[in-house]
């Protein structure tokens, strides 16, 4: 039971309410870790709900950490916080909390055992921030990842401190929920210690969609999905990628579900994607929600990626959590390594491998080479919720593959195993994981370590020679500066190659070199003729590679490599040669690469996925960071037109065959979701957006009438809002869906990622006064603000109104979602490629954003590190 504290004591404090804002940030040191000197066996909560004074009662069973030095205070964490009530073993105490926390003095502390009551005042509704306890149309919602438990009670905010919790809450709400088992109606137990980020509760007027699973052991778990009323038609998909996820852990990794119950909530207002707390996942509801009228292919195999993303954390960040936050990757790198094969499983790991690649260089590479590059394990930070990064998260995915290819399939099973049970239940480090690749496989991983510890992407330059039967690939690797980080030493580099003869005939099957030295050459031997090699296979590293290729080569790679993903880099590259040629001197677009292409598209074997990707051109923002990387300084406005104008060549030296094309890849009958008939609808809206270069929209138009998925008419929509003949189809779908916020989204984002490059910042200006511009939900506020940023020549525009226009917002968000705010200020984050007037306007820009009074702690910090 908790105790009663709701009465006040005379001896207790006044209130105080503290605030988040702080002056002078000060960074946090990976080397200043120092444990918690109390172990935290038990926490029991209990919740009265109300909108603006809803209280928390805290019982806190401290023991002394027999791990640290004794006779410390005890520093708990609370923000944002109205003390009611502290006691200490039932006495009263009366110390008085600061803004961001309470220290009890070790003077005041007992010896042995002590338990320590609380009673808190928070005001859930007004909380705006979407961190801690807060409201979401009309629900009451957590977020506790990484450090919002501290706005729900005062409490050691740590993930190294974990305890098993009880939960029970007074509240009117139907739908009452925390982690672990329910042993009541509002009263949940977890019996699996847990840190505080995982802490959840829910309470609402939901309905759910349910269902069960029975785990390899025979335990039955009941499932479900909570959603708001009138939304539970649309959750089949995501509980169709759970079930499939929970299979998946034990026939892949051999993991069991633990609890009686697994709870999914979607809520409308999300900062991010989704959270794992323990037995009650909580997801943004545009990764629950779907059915074919409402979400789009790429939004169904994102709802796979993530459900599965989430579950898997329950041993891969929750059983074994993380020792503190610059481990982030333990978890993050791992899960996300763990769903990109899932997904593969489900898929086609070929489409998902090239898909996950164009991701990376999107915004991990794009990142790692600008001034916010930071290490996979970063030793130092002033606000944690900044460092949810493309670094962490992707580029510790591609380390956990290289260690896999390092290690094989059989060292990275033994490893897996090795880790789940030396540390279930632990805090664990990047130490520890290496540790247990290096016992279970006897492999020295001291300098595969570099790639925790150092930023920035390594550059591989390879040369090769032919001489008797001898071939020789020489490779040398460039570890760039990064913020902090000078010089390096070599990393460990798996680069994958196999070798291919004249007839295309794979002589040499794929084979992992492993590069250690800064130069170093390999030899093959009793070689008939000169090969062409195929270097980097299966993307086994994430690096840049750079080679003196031929067109001849990379069209030869496009027709015959029998690595796929090579396959598809080969044509990628041409694509890429050929458009930073025309941007830096103009010209026609070449007919090898147009018939290589046209090739691809036709060829039947083919997956129609791979085909559309081979279709798709590098997108301009690409372009720009290729360029920048040659030593260019790229214009925007000529990318744009330059990418245009290939564009256009295609559609031109394909026109014959694309009616016949589309006309083939309607999809009849009822909609399926999955990868077959979702790469059937890429490549024909790849085809529509060519065919509208030459028909002005109306085969799109045609296309958008026919269609019976959202994948299509969106898809139709983006296309005749490209080639300017959308402003009626756009009031249409405007009309059509103006009940479903999810839909509405996509409106918005459209709109302004379609709009020419002169006119993006008065579109994007007059949809932020549209009376459903709606700049507290993240969802909506992304839908613009984030789309103008990715309207890349629009973003740019001379005239630097986009770039004024974001400082805008992001000063206005900044109040109310420091979070969101400074997410979104990494749009500035490429400053440094482009030209001298452009670096001034968005200089002037980031220095008017730090110069505002009040800044968070979140964006102040993103600012000044771009700033430098
Ligand atoms: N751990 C979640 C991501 C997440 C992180 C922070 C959040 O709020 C600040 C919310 C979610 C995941 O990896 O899915
Ligand atoms: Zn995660």
Redesign the pocket.
């Known amino acids: 039971m908790v105790p009663d504290l709701t009465t006040p004591s005379r001896e207790r404090p006044l209130p105080v309410q503290t605030s988040s804002v702080q002056t002078s940030p000060q960074a946090i040191l990976l080397a200043d870790y120092q444990p918690f000197p109390f172990l935290l066996d038990h926490v029991a909560l209990h919740f009265k709900l109300h909108p603006t004074q809803t209280r928390v009662t805290a019982r806190l069973s401290f023991a002394p950490n027999p791990a640290a030095k004794p006779g410390q205070d005890m520093r708990l964490d609370g923000e944002n916080l109205i003390l009611h009530a502290l006691s200490l073993d039932g006495r009263t105490l009366a110390h008085t909390p600061d803004a961001t926390g309470l220290t009890i003095p070790a003077a005041d502390l007992p010896d042995g055992p002590f338990v320590l009551e609380t009673e808190v005042e928070i005001s859930p509704e007004t909380n705006t921030s979407l961190?801690g306890l807060y409201m979401s149309g009309g629900m009451y919602c957590t977020?506790c990842?990484?450090q919002?438990f501290r706005k729900i009670t005062y409490y050691p905010d740590r993930p190294d401190v974990m305890a098993r919790f009880d939960v029970t809450m007074d509240t009117d709400m139907p739908v009452q929920l925390s982690n672990g088992n329910p042993t009541g109606l509002g009263a949940w137990h977890d019996p699996w210690p847990k840190p505080a980020y995982l802490f959840a509760l829910v309470a609402g007027d939901l309905v759910a969609h349910s269902d069960t699973f029975t785990t390899m052991s025979g335990r039955k778990v009941a499932l479900n999905i909570y959603v708001r009323p009138g939304d539970e038609g649309k959750c089949a998909y995501a509980m169709d990628s759970l079930i499939r996820s929970m299979k998946w852990d034990e026939e892949v990794y051999g993991r069991e579900y633990d609890l009686d119950i697994f709870n999914i909530v979607a809520v409308d207002d999300f900062?991010?994607?989704?959270?794992?707390n323990k037995g009650l996942n909580i997801f943004n509801s545009k990764l629950v929600l779907a059915t074919p009228e409402t979400a789009t292919d790429d939004d169904y195999a994102r709802i796979e990626a993530v459900i599965a993303?989430?579950y898997f954390?329950n041993w891969t960040g929750n059983r074994i959590t993380c020792r503190d936050w610059f481990q982030l990757c333990l978890k993050?790198g791992l899960?996300v390594y763990r769903d990109q094969k899932f997904s593969g499983d489900m898929r086609s790991h070929a489409v998902k491998r090239i898909e996950d690649v164009l991701a990376l260089r999107a915004r991990q590479f794009r990142e790692d080479g600008g001034p916010l590059a930071h290490a996979v394990r970063p030793d130092s930070y002033v606000e944690i919720?900044n460092f949810?990064t493309a670094t962490i998260y992707e580029k510790g995915a591609e380390v956990i593959g290289m260690l896999r290819a390092l290690v094989g399939d059989e060292g990275y099973a033994k490893a897996l195993n090795l880790y789940f049970d030396r540390h279930d239940g632990q805090a664990a480090t990047i130490e520890d994981w290496l540790k247990v690749f290096e016992d279970a496989t006897g492999r020295d991983l001291t300098q595969f370590k570099h790639w925790y510890t150092q930023a920035g992407t390594p550059h591989l330059t390879v040369t090769d020679d032919f001489k008797d039967g001898l071939y020789t690939l020489t490779i040398e690797q460039k570890n760039p500066a990064a913020p902090g980080q000078a010089s390096k030493d070599p990393k460990v580099i798996p680069v994958a190659v196999g070798l291919l003869n004249s007839d295309g005939a794979e002589v040499v099957p794929t084979t992992v070199l492993e590069l250690t030295q800064e130069r170093q050459s390999f030899a093959f031997e009793g070689l008939a003729s000169r090969p062409v090699p195929s270097i980097l296979r299966g993307f086994s590293a994430p690096v840049i590679l750079e080679r003196e290729s031929s067109a001849e080569e990379r069209a030869f790679l496009l027709a015959h490599d029998t690595d796929p993903f090579n396959k598809w880099e080969a044509g990628r590259a041409l694509a890429k040669d050929v458009l930073m040629r025309k941007v830096i001197a103009g010209g026609d677009t070449p007919a090898d690469w147009l018939t290589a292409v046209e090739t691809v598209t036709f060829d039947e074997t083919l997956d129609p996925a791979f085909r559309a990707l081979t279709l798709r051109l590098p997108g301009e923002d690409d372009i720009a960071q290729s360029l920048h990387a040659a030593g260019h300084v790229p214009d925007p406005a000529a990318i744009h037109s330059a990418r245009r104008a290939m564009q256009g060549g295609l559609a031109g030296h394909l026109a014959k065959r694309l009616p016949a094309l589309i006309d083939g890849l309607q999809t009849p009958g009822p909609f399926d979701p999955g990868a077959v008939a979702a790469g059937r609808r890429a490549l024909r809206l790849a085809a529509l957006a060519l065919m509208a270069r030459l028909d002005g929209g109306a085969s799109a138009q045609v296309a958008m009438q026919n269609a019976n998925s959202m994948t299509e008419e969106l898809g139709a929509l983006a296309i005749l809002l490209d080639v300017g003949q959308g402003d009626d189809a756009a009031a249409a779908f405007r009309l059509k869906w103006q009940g479903d916020r999810l839909v509405m989204d996509k409106w918005f984002g459209l709109q302004v990622v379609s709009a020419a490059p002169d006119r993006v910042a008065q579109i994007t200006d007059a949809l932020t006064k549209d009376p459903d511009f709606d700049w507290k939900n993240p969802n909506r506020f992304r839908a613009v603000i984030a789309s103008l940023a990715s309207n890349h020549a629009g973003f740019h525009h001379a005239s630097g109104d986009s770039y004024r226009l974001l400082a805008d917002w992001l000063i206005k968000l900044d109040p109310v979602n420091p979070?969101t705010a400074a997410r979104m200020s990494t749009a500035f984050e490429t400053w440094p490629r482009y030209d001298a007037d452009r670096q001034a306007l968005i200089r002037a820009e980031l220095a008017r954003i730090a110069a505002t009074p009040n800044l968070s702690r979140n964006l102040t910090e993103m600012v000044g590190r771009m700033l430098g």
């Open positions: 961190d977020q990842e990484a919002g900062n991010m994607g989704a959270m794992e993303h989430e954390h993050e899960t919720n949810y979070q």
